[in-house]
């Protein structure tokens, strides 16, 4: 009997064992800590939860490496056939190289450094740092700073295409006069002391346009103005080509024009679009109003043109619709559909005034009118952005004058100023530096010859 005793008391004490173990309720019972819960409970202060970390989004990284590659085919092919097209036979290759070439000399010095200089971390308001020399810090997590929902190496080739496609705009003010020796010095000074600075002002965190509230949603001063007021600067340094004025230099081959124009159409919807950083309804706002503005301008242009000189002409239109996208590009992401054909409207006939009329009255020679098409339509768009932008279509954004905001236009003037100013004063100078220290300009028997020839020993056709 006391055996049995013994037994029911072990197994007692077993069953009362486990039951403490597995009831939370007799564990605090018998002393044991306090869980969390029950001190919340009891008041006691807590730290806040941690904020979640920023997740790539798959949908966002597609739409914005795909658009990426638009921008880039920008560059090559669009503007390689749109320069190619425009200038004369003999230095169509020559022409074609130089945007070609750029793609690989930015490509490379965005990774060195002007990526840094672009978006690094702010120095002074006015240029970014050299914390990312080399892409160091720029990985494959999202820097929430500009885009938080895709890798930050995405962001940085989205924006490399902007920077490579900018100096090659330029090359339609000095084309078929420019050493190419010459030529690769100027492209790599202009986009380290021009582009990179200003793409800071206006884009950067923490820089000085960006902090007065200036919009460009994907360019009109940073790549438009710079690249057309520094066309203009060029062409007034560089002078007139040999025989300009008194003898035939239209472009050689429509075709690969009008091919060329299609193409940075196609393209520029990856370089407004593209800007929204997101596969969402603000991009397809920008997608919306990017194609809507270019076929106003396309239109305006050749109704101007028609009403000027009594036909229109192919290469009048593929002018306008280059002009419509140019314009429309800072305020691709402010504006809506009406809104854009007014801007369209405005872009082909303020272009057509500056690359036709007042060319020909002031007699400078902007071979592929740099200036006319993209320093007054990348102006105009500025400052018609402080005119149409509506918090309707980006909350991020202001409203404009005719939506109830007229002190929009003072940043707006601000940028364009700003961006203005800088291009010529920093081409102007760097065009001279570079000028006493190789020379620019081709020899007039090399220029006679034409860049094919005496620039690369090759030629674009064989007859």
């Known amino acids: 009997m006391r055996i049995q005793w013994i037994k029911s008391r072990l197994l007692g004490a077993l069953l009362l064992l486990v039951a403490i173990t597995l009831t939370p309720g007799l564990s605090q019972a018998q002393g044991e800590a306090v869980p969390p819960a029950t001190t919340e409970a009891a008041g006691a202060p807590t730290a806040p939860p941690a904020a979640p970390a920023p997740k790539v989004d798959t949908g966002d990284t597609a739409w914005v490496l795909t658009s990426s590659a638009l921008v880039l085919a920008m560059t090559a092919p669009g503007l390689v056939l749109f320069y190619g097209g425009m200038v004369r036979r003999k230095n169509a290759l020559g022409t074609m190289m130089h945007s070609f070439i750029i ?17 690094g971390p702010d120095k002074g308001h006015i240029i970014g740092g050299l914390e990312w020399l080399g892409l160091n810090g720029v990985g494959l997590d999202p820097n929430a700073d500009y885009a938080g929902t895709i890798p930050h190496q995405a962001f ?11 100096p090659a705009l330029i090359v339609g003010a000095f084309a078929e006069r420019i050493k190419f020796s010459a030529f690769l010095v100027f492209t790599l000074l202009w986009a380290t002391f021009v582009y990179d600075p200003l793409a800071h002002w206006v884009w950067g965190v923490g820089g000085w346009l960006r902090n007065l509230g200036a919009l460009d949603f994907a360019g009109g001063t940073v790549v438009h103005i710079s690249a057309g007021v520094s066309g203009l600067a060029c062409a007034l340094y560089f002078g007139k080509r040999l025989g300009y004025g008194r003898e035939t230099m239209a ?24 800007s929204a950083v997101a596969s969402g309804a603000l991009a397809t706002s920008a997608f919306v109003v990017t194609n809507t503005a270019t076929a106003a301008a396309a239109l305006s242009w050749m109704f101007a043109e028609w009403a000027h000189r009594g036909k229109p002409t192919v290469f009048g239109a593929a002018s306008g619709a280059v002009a419509g996208l140019v314009a429309i590009t800072p305020a691709s992401g402010f504006v809506g559909p009406i809104s854009s054909i007014w801007i369209g409207i405005g872009a ?50 202001n409203d404009g004058l005719f939506f109830g905001n007229p002190g929009q236009l ?19 100078v760097i065009l001279k530096v570079v000028d006493i220290i190789m020379g620019l300009r081709v020899t007039e028997e090399e220029e006679r ?5 005496s620039q690369h020993n090759e030629s674009g056709y064989v007859l």
């Open 103 to 119: 793609l690989c000399l930015i490509s490379v010095q965005w990774v060195l450094y002007g990526y840094s200089l672009a978006f």
């Open 449 to 453: 010859m034409g860049l094919d020839l």
């Open 251 to 274: 472009p050689h081959n429509m075709p690969l024009v009008v091919t060329g124009a299609s193409l940075l159409w196609f393209g520029w919807f990856g370089f407004n679009a593209g």
């Open 156 to 166: 940085m080739i989205f924006q490399a295409m902007f920077a490579v496609i900018t």
């Open 348 to 397: 082909g006939v303020f272009c057509y005034f500056a690359a036709v009329i007042l060319k020909g009255k002031l007699g400078y020679d902007d071979s592929l009118d740099a200036f006319g098409v993209h320093g007054i339509g990348g102006t105009w768009g500025a400052l018609a952005t402080g005119l149409f932008a509506s918090k309707a279509i980006n909350s991020g954004g």
């Open 410 to 428: 003072i940043p707006q003037i601000t940028a364009v100023a700003a961006s203005w100013i800088l291009a010529l004063v920093g081409t102007f």
